[in-house]
């Protein structure tokens, strides 16, 4: 592997990472650990009881913090310095800070990638400019991630953050695939090609849609542990039965897996799925395993992290196995 994939690569193993712990941060509500940005409780390194935080310091905030519980439905005027010392969470708020330090090494890696993408500039223009387009989309998805916390985990927000982070999986993924002079290419015949590229633009599609709804209903998970702080996690499903987001979400989960095994018939029939099409399926049938435990038996935390954690990996998977596609390995 050449030095500029093992940073491409590297940048987006750091992002999977982040997702994951991205996943752990919403699943234990500690989302608001840090009520402040880029601080946490007025602090540069979260404070680990109550009496290290200044609420002098804060107190200056507190407008701020009124505006994000009215944007929340809450009462503004229940804000202030007694409350916010109820909702100090040591616990949650060193949570959400490592989330934060977390996004580190993902901005060093893919600042380094673009910086490295100018020696692929002459030879692969195109590399470059997706390593330009992930540094981009890093810097938007910060700047959204700022906004999150002050709008206090606003739905739509959120959606269009996990979307940001699936195109700046695409544009990585193509950095490493694409910075070399010999990338991957799924082995299909010429004649099937076509066909094989359309199922691949099918699963991208039903996994990319299953993936916005995913974030969707985690929103409305978020509502719900407001709403029933001290209700069992098992007690949501019920509730969540009754949004036609989740049902949807639940059923399209079928679509997913037809259009792998679609996919894969296809390269199988034709060529060879490889380890590429092998992970996709393999993750594609976890996840509908993961499903059928949060549906029917518990809605575990644990599960839902894992879910959501492999779901960014399939989505990477995806994107690899459909730019190795367009340009097949040609197979009679």
């Known amino acids: 592997m050449a030095r500029f994939q093992k940073i491409a690569v590297g940048a987006l193993a750091a992002l999977i990472l982040l997702i994951f712990i991205g996943a752990i941060v919403r699943v234990t509500g500690a989302g608001m650990g840090c009520p402040d940005w880029p601080t946490c409780w007025g602090c540069l390194v979260p404070p680990t009881k109550l009496e290290d935080v200044d609420f002098a310091k804060l107190e200056a905030k507190l407008p701020k913090f009124k505006a994000k519980a009215a944007q929340e439905g809450r009462d503004p005027d229940t804000i202030t310095l007694e409350s916010l010392r109820g ?7 060193w949570t959400e800070y490592l989330n934060r330090l977390s996004s580190m090494p993902l901005s060093l890696l893919t600042l380094a990638t673009f910086i490295a993408a100018f020696g692929q500039r002459a030879k692969r223009s195109r590399v470059f400019w997706s390593a330009f387009g992930a540094l981009v989309l890093l810097l938007a998805n910060a700047w ?3 906004r999150i916390v002050h709008s206090g985990l606003k739905p739509g927000i959120i959606t269009t953050h996990l979307a940001l982070a699936m195109l700046m999986l695409g544009s990585l993924m193509y950095c490493a695939w ?3 002079d010999r990338p991957w290419r799924a082995e299909i015949s010429p004649l099937a090609a076509g066909r094989m590229r359309l199922a ?3 699963l991208f599609a039903v996994v990319a849609g299953e993936g916005i709804m995913g974030a969707q209903i985690r929103e409305i998970t978020d509502e719900m542990a407001r709403a029933h702080h001290h209700a069992p996690r098992g007690e949501w499903i ?4 009754k949004t036609t987001i989740y049902l949807v979400h639940r059923s399209f989960s079928w679509a997913v897996l037809f259009a792998s095994l679609w996919a894969f018939r296809i390269a199988k029939r034709h060529g060879s799925p490889g380890r590429v099409g092998r992970v996709v399926l393999g993750i594609v049938l976890a996840q509908m395993a993961l499903g059928v435990i949060m549906s029917w038996i ?11 954690g492999l779901a960014s990996v399939l989505l990477a998977f995806v994107w690899l196995w459909l730019f190795g596609a ?7």
């Open 87 to 93: 909702e100090f969470n040591p616990v949650k708020a």
């Open 144 to 146: 959204m991630g700022a």
């Open 178 to 180: 694409a910075g070399t």
């Open 200 to 202: 691949l633009l099918v």
């Open 238 to 241: 019920g509730e969540l039965e």
């Open 298 to 308: 518990h809605l575990y935390a644990w599960v839902q992290v894992l879910h959501v």
């Open 326 to 332: 367009w340009r097949p390995a040609a197979k009679a």
